[in-house]
């Protein structure tokens, strides 16, 4: 069983940044892709970001492409969400979740295996 548990959300302004970790258990980190989402209030959740196993690839999703930046630490079984220009619309529960090959770029949260509990990060104006 692979457990996920994010750390780094909280309160900021529009425009501010954060950062997000994700910290793994298991001895095979490096071998599954790792992945963002969130869900905000009433909403589906969303694919954010994802990385292959090595780190050499990502994926954003359009509505943070240019502001969030995703990368992985394989020595530390970590992988952080760098979050910068932060709009009002950044306001959800972010999940870090773990998928079922070594890139996975799927936005659908059923093909996405393990998931954490979540950290809210709220944006305000």
């Known amino acids: 069983q692979v457990q996920l548990v994010e750390s780094g959300g909280g309160l900021v302004q529009a425009g501010g940044s954060l950062r997000l970790s994700c910290a793994s258990s298991g001895r095979t980190f490096s071998t599954y892709g790792m992945g963002w989402f969130r869900q905000a209030p009433g909403k589906e959740r969303e694919f954010v970001a994802a990385?292959?196993?090595?780190?050499?690839?990502?994926s954003y999703a359009d509505s943070v492409k240019g502001r969030f930046t995703i990368s992985r630490d394989n020595a530390k079984n970590t992988v952080t969400l760098q979050m910068n220009s932060l709009k009002l619309e950044d306001t959800a529960v972010y999940y870090c979740?773990?998928?079922?090959?070594?890139?996975?770029?799927?936005?659908?949260?059923?093909?996405?295996?393990?998931w954490g509990q979540g950290t809210q990060v709220t944006v305000s104006s």
């Open positions: 990385i292959s196993g090595s780190g050499g690839s990502t």
């Open positions: 979740t773990r998928g079922r090959t070594y890139f996975s770029t799927s936005v659908l949260p059923g093909a996405w295996d393990y």
